[in-house]
C-alpha cells in the first residue's frame, strides 16, 4: 500500500514507535486512572473527548457526516467494542495487572481465527493453527490456573473472565464490521464508533451508579494527567499515526504492533507501575505471543477470499 512518494525513514520509524510504545504504555494510564475514576465514567470521558475531536476533524477535510444507517451500525459496533470490550478492560484493570491485561487481551487474534472456522467458515483449520490456539489457551491457563505453581499469586479470576469476554466481543465486532455499512474514510468510521461508545459509556456508567459519590475535586493530578495521555497520546496521535503508517507501509509491517504492545505493557508495568513480573506472568505471556504471531503470520488456507483473523488486530487500548 505504498503512495508514490516514500516517507522519510525518520517518519516512518517515528510513527512505529508511537503505536508500539504508546499504545503498549496506555494500559498503565488506564490502571492509573481507575484507581480514582470510576472505571465506565473514564472510559466514557476519554472516548467522547477522542470521538469528538476526531469526528470534528474529519468534518473539516470535507468528510460527510455519517448517515442514519452508518450512524446505526458504528452505535451497534460501539456496543461490543467500547461498552463491553473496553468497559470491561477498563474494570478489570481494578483487579488485574495493566501488563497482564494486555498479555490477555492479546488473544483476540486466536478469537478471531475461531470465529472465523466455527461461525464464518471462511478459514480451515490446519495442525499449525490447531497448536498455536492450544499453545494460547496453556498460555492462559498459565496465568489464570490456580493450581499451577510458579511461585506467583494467579490473576484475579473475574478480572481474567472480564477480560476474555471483553477480547470475544472486540473479535465479533471486527467480523461483523466487514458486513456493516460504515463510512467509508476510516478516520470518520472510528471517530463515530468512539463518540457513540462514549455517549452508550456515559449512560452505562449513569445506570450502574458510578456518578453517585464520585467528586471531581477529589481526582488527583495524576489521575488527570493519566486520562489526557489516553485521550491525546493514545487516541489521537496514536490513531493518526496508525492510519498514516496504513497508507505507506504493507499491513503485515503494521500488525507487528500486536506482539509489541503486550510486551511494552508488561515491562512499563513493572519498572514505572510496581507490578510484578515473576515466573507466571513470564511463561503465560511468551505462549500467548507464541501463539499470536504463529497466528498472525499464518498462511490461511480459506474457503472463500476474505480477510482473516490476521488483518484485524486491535487498534488500542
Known amino acids: 500500500m ?25 494500559f498503565l494510564a488506564i490502571r ?21 475531536v476526531l469526528y470534528v476533524w474529519m468534518l473539516a477535510r470535507g468528510t460527510p457526516s455519517p448517515s442514519a444507517r452508518e450512524w446505526g451500525a458504528a452505535s451497534f459496533l ?20 495493566s501488563g497482564i491485561a494486555a498479555v490477555m487481551m492479546a488473544t483476540i ?8 472456522i466455527v461461525f464464518l467458515r471462511t478459514q480451515r483449520l490446519t495442525f499449525r493453527l490447531a497448536l498455536a490456539l492450544l499453545i494460547g489457551l496453556a498460555g492462559v491457563a498459565v496465568l489464570v490456573g490456580r493450581t499451577i505453581g510458579l511461585g506467583e499469586a494467579p490473576v484475579d479470576t473475574a478480572g481474567a473472565c472480564a477480560l476474555i469476554v471483553g477480547a470475544i466481543s472486540w473479535s465479533i465486532a ?9 463510512p467509508t474514510a476510516k478516520a470518520m468510521s472510528s471517530g463515530a464508533q468512539m463518540l457513540a461508545g462514549g455517549l452508550l459509556l456515559t449512560l452505562a456508567a ?22 489526557a495521555y489516553l485521550i491525546v497520546a493514545g487516541s489521537i496521535i496514536g490513531f493518526t499515526a496508525y492510519v498514516w503508517l496504513l497508507h505507506h507501509e504493507s499491513p503485515t509491517k503494521v500488525g507487528t504492533y500486536a506482539y509489541v504492545n503486550p ?24 505462549l500467548i505471543l507464541v501463539s499470536v504471531i504463529v497466528i498472525t503470520t499464518t498462511r490461511a488456507k480459506k474457503v472463500e477470499v476474505k480477510p482473516s483473523a490476521k488483518e484485524m488486530t486491535r487498534v488500542e487500548a
Open 2 to 26: 505504498n503512495t508514490v512518494s516514500q516517507p522519510r525513514a525518520w517518519k516512518v520509524l517515528l510513527a512505529f514507535a508511537i503505536i508500539y510504545f504508546v499504545w503498549g504504555s496506555t
Open 32 to 52: 492509573i486512572g481507575v484507581h480514582e475514576v470510576p472505571p465506565l465514567l473514564l472510559a466514557a470521558i476519554r472516548f467522547s473527548v477522542a470521538g469528538i
Open 78 to 97: 460501539a456496543v461490543l467494542i467500547f461498552v463491553l470490550d473496553y468497559g470491561l478492560l477498563f474494570w478489570a484493570e481494578q483487579r488485574v495487572p
Open 109 to 116: 487474534p486466536a478469537f478471531m481465527a475461531i470465529a472465523e
Open 174 to 182: 471486527a467480523s461483523l464490521s466487514r458486513r456493516m455499512p460504515l
Open 206 to 227: 449513569a445506570l450502574l451508579g458510578e456518578f453517585r459519590g464520585f467528586h471531581v475535586q477529589a481526582v488527583s493530578a495524576k489521575a488527570w494527567l493519566a486520562l
Open 263 to 286: 510486551v511494552v505493557a508488561v515491562l512499563v508495568g513493572y519498572f514505572f507501575g510496581g507490578e510484578g513480573l515473576g515466573p507466571r506472568t513470564i511463561v503465560g505471556t511468551l
